[in-house]
């Protein structure tokens, strides 16, 4: 996979690449450059892009001037009026015929500025240096050459004649409104060419790009909230994502069998240096008790391997499910270690078979559990033990009570998991909190078949992730939120004004909720109906 | 509050001073602050470091036998089990702190139980030098439900008194859940079933009614009521 990637030349990929343009189109842009914000997600999804063309004016088009910038009656946004006429959902003007073969790209809206340029040349008759002048008005909005230009621009148009005063007058007011927001073209159409490249990678190498992206998080201002939408969305394209695996011993993100594995150093509270620590040591550790770290068993590394490295890093490699692979669940081994460390360094030697300080691991010993090694031990040392006073023999003791009977169970609950992944690798991968709930079999819908189009009566058992209330314009309060499940999240859900009012205590961030709701025709989102606290 | 569980526990003791006594049981669960179920549970019993001073009469209303104690783990060593059992609850997002620790619940925990987790919290830890107080639960909340029952009953004649069991009663919990009161952790299970109770009525009476206005409506509301 990796060898595709290297073959990859960027410069002749195909540009009209279908399942490049769907993916655009279906707003899985989620790190595609300049679209991976949820306004150009939502944008790409109204705009539907087909070539570079469209592409560039999406680009040019979700920057907030002209988001802003409301024209005509009833006032809509130069966004959205280029959305309804590209769709036909509202009649194409050109205002003057002679503008036609200039905005006709962009369905009559003045978009970039070198159209401005354009207009002054066919209607004032504007040479290029001319024009130029005016694009830098435009661009720097500079009010005092503005003025100026306007009055060549007059000037221009009363010679030519293809227009008159008033219509002339009216277009170069046009052109000083576009200050707000148009868009220098040659800028936009290379920002849709990064995009359609990123879009294009993700596509068709969608392994490589979601490591990569993961690997970038680091760098990101808000990594946790990065981290869970790039997991998310991978889930969504159907790539599997996994904690990290101690035995590859991997610093960051990494591909192995089609899968993606976040890193050691992705685990909080166990840096890189902690990670090139872990490596020398289980070399060293690998080569006292002749094993490879793919074979050791949780004993072994309980023993021989933890106390290398700080309680808190095996406590964070432990809590993200790097040690999963020993087949004890993540609370026993936190349990257990916890015991392990309440042994003195004498004690832990004599364990390990080391009782003789000067002479290298003669006798590395070799123990089933914990408590097979704790019970030998145990006795003080003219008994054979390894406790070299009655009182040590009695802690032992006591911790062999523990083990033998825990004071709680040592199961990992869904609900615990997945606190454990968000806090220590930033998002829940193996599961969701809603899987502990008993209620959650009462929903029929998962998010993912959702995202993939399902419709009708639609039950979803989900947590709610992102709750973010905002006051309408009439002074109602209503709510957006992310919502997930095992599958992926949805992160455009609408909770109007009179469902809020109802069920806004259980729409709060952190609760698992069932949630009855139905599909946003127009936006593609999930619009709340009822909630139950499950 | 939103990020911290319930943490509502109980301890059987050596004696009824809680500034001297041992701890002889340790029962506690984690209530989720959602859904309102008990998601996790600790009971162990633990060896006090001066057997002799257990008075009798403790292990009478305890029920519990002083075999039994001599064959449990160290008091120490079950303490430092119930803090990393307590902080597997903490929402803390970095390292430890009390903030989005577990909020301490319990029946008549702030006369009694509470004094005895900051003895202890002083001798084993965790301490906050800082502030001198307990490190464990959240610094800022308690949940005594003795003082919640006290405020919502205050008109009621029927309730002979403000004891665990007599609450249980009153409220129909099942016999077999009220012959085995005394048992740290059959007094933390009654307990939690009163807290999820009380917090049920209050969340149904302050969530809105068929017409979306709130049943109780608190807000620019106290002091209104019977004037």
């Known amino acids: 996979m990796v060898n595709k990637m290297k073959h990859l030349d960027i410069y002749s990929i195909d540009m009209e690449c279908n399942k490049t343009w769907d993916l655009i189109s279906r707003g899985m842009t989620k790190g595609v450059f300049q679209l991976e914000s949820h306004l150009g997600r939502s944008w790409a999804k109204k705009v539907r892009p087909r070539n570079i063309e469209d592409l560039a004016a999406l680009i040019a088009l979700i920057r907030p001037g002209c988001l802003k910038a409301m024209s005509g009656d009833p006032p809509k946004s130069m966004t959205q009026r280029y959305v309804d006429r590209k769709f036909g959902n509202e009649d194409l003007e050109y205002f003057h015929p002679s503008l036609e073969t200039i905005l006709g790209n962009t369905y009559g809206v003045l978009v970039y500025q070198e159209q401005a340029m354009q207009i002054a040349q066919a209607l004032a008759g504007f040479d290029l240096q001319e024009a130029d002048v005016l694009r830098k008005a435009i661009g720097k909005k500079k009010a005092d050459i503005m003025a100026k230009v306007k009055k060549s621009f007059l000037d221009g148009a009363s010679k030519e004649g293809v227009v008159t005063k008033k219509e002339a007058e009216e277009i170069f007011s046009w052109i000083q409104e576009s200050q707000r927001y148009s868009f220098n073209k040659s800028h936009a159409v290379s920002y849709a060419k990064n995009a359609y490249w990123s879009a294009y990678c993700k596509a068709h190498h969608p392994h490589q790009f979601f490591c990569s992206y993961l690997t970038g998080s680091a760098w990101k201002q808000d990594t946790q909230e990065e981290v869970q939408e790039l997991v998310n969305d991978s889930k969504i394209l159907g790539i599997d994502v996994f904690p990290p695996d101690f035995r590859d011993l991997q610093k960051t993100f990494y591909l192995k069998e089609d899968s993606i594995f976040f890193g050691m150093s992705n685990v909080k509270q166990v840096g890189v240096s902690a990670v090139e620590k872990i490596s020398v040591n289980v070399k060293s550790v690998e080569d006292r008790i002749a094993k490879k770290v793919s074979s050791w068993s949780w004993c072994d590394y309980l023993i021989f391997f933890s106390k290398k490295v700080s309680s808190t890093v095996n406590k964070a490699l432990i809590s993200a499910g790097c040690l999963d692979y020993f087949g004890v669940s993540r609370n026993k081994m936190l349990y257990e270690i916890d015991l392990w460390g309440k042994l003195t360094e004498k004690e832990m030697d004599w364990v390990r078979g080391q009782n003789s300080t000067d002479s290298l691991f003669p006798e590395t010993k070799s123990w089933e559990n914990l408590a097979e090694a704790l019970t030998a031990c145990q006795p003080v040392k003219k008994n054979g033990g390894g406790c070299s006073t009655a009182k040590r023999s009695a802690v032992l003791l006591d911790i062999l009570k523990m083990l033998e009977k825990p004071p709680h169970a040592l199961n990992d609950s869904p609900s615990w998991l997945s606190w454990a992944e968000e806090k220590f690798l930033g998002t829940s991968i193996t599961c969701n909190k809603v899987e502990g709930c008993s209620d959650s079999a009462k929903s029929n819908t998962t998010c993912k078949e959702f995202i993939d189009g399902k419709n009708g009566f639609m039950v979803f058992a989900v947590e709610v992730n992102r709750a973010k209330q905002i006051t309408t314009k009439k002074g109602t309060k209503m709510c957006f939120l992310t919502v997930s499940d095992s599958s992926c999240s949805i992160d455009n859900v609408v909770c109007f004004t009179k469902e809020w009012d109802e069920y806004a205590s259980l729409l709060q961030e952190g609760n698992t909720i069932l949630l009855q709701g139905d599909k946003d025709k127009r936006r593609g989102g999930l619009i709340v109906k009822k909630a139950w606290q499950i | 509050m939103n990020y911290n569980n319930i943490c509502v526990f109980d301890f059987e003791t050596s004696g009824r001073d809680p500034n001297k006594c041992e701890i002889l049981q340790i029962g506690a669960c984690i209530v989720d602050k959602w859904n309102l179920e008990i998601i996790d549970e600790f009971n162990s019993l633990c060896k006090p470091e001066d057997m002799d001073a257990i008075e009798e009469e403790a292990l009478q209303v305890n029920r519990i036998k002083r075999?039994?104690?001599?064959?449990?783990?160290?008091?120490?060593?079950?303490?430092?089990?119930?803090?990393?059992?307590?902080?597997?609850?903490?929402?803390?997002?970095?390292?430890?702190?009390?903030?989005?620790?577990?909020?301490?619940?319990?029946?008549?925990?702030?006369?009694?139980?509470?004094?005895?987790?900051?003895?202890?919290?002083?001798?084993?830890?965790?301490?906050?030098?800082?502030?001198?107080?307990?490190?464990?639960?959240?610094?800022?909340?308690?949940?005594?439900?003795?003082?919640?029952?006290?405020?919502?009953?205050?008109?009621?004649?029927?309730?002979?008194?403000?004891?665990?069991?007599?609450?249980?009663?009153?409220?129909?919990?099942?016999?077999?859940?009220?012959?085995?009161?005394?048992?740290?952790?059959?007094?933390?299970?009654?307990?939690?079933?009163?807290l999820v109770r009380l917090m049920r009525m209050a969340r149904t009476l302050t969530a809105g009614d068929e017409n979306n206005s709130p049943r109780l409506q608190m807000k620019n509301s106290f002091g209104n009521y019977g004037k």
């Not at chain 2, 139980?113 to 107080?133: A, F, H, L, N, T």
């Not at chain 2, 439900?145 to 009621?156: G, K, P, Y």
């Open chain 2, 67 to 194: 075999e039994d104690l001599e064959k449990s783990a160290d008091v120490k060593i079950v303490w430092g089990q119930f803090v990393s059992w307590v902080n597997k609850y903490n929402k803390s997002k970095g390292s430890l702190g009390t903030f989005r620790a577990p909020i301490p619940a319990g029946y008549n925990i702030i006369g009694y139980d509470m004094p005895i987790v900051q003895r202890y919290c002083k001798k084993y830890g965790p301490w906050d030098s800082k502030r001198e107080d307990q490190k464990l639960f959240n610094q800022l909340h308690k949940l005594d439900l003795m003082d919640h029952m006290w405020f919502w009953t205050e008109n009621n004649d029927d309730l002979k008194s403000l004891k665990l069991t007599s609450v249980c009663e009153w409220m129909g919990f099942s016999k077999a859940e009220i012959e085995n009161a005394h048992d740290a952790l059959q007094d933390v299970k009654n307990t939690a079933k009163i």
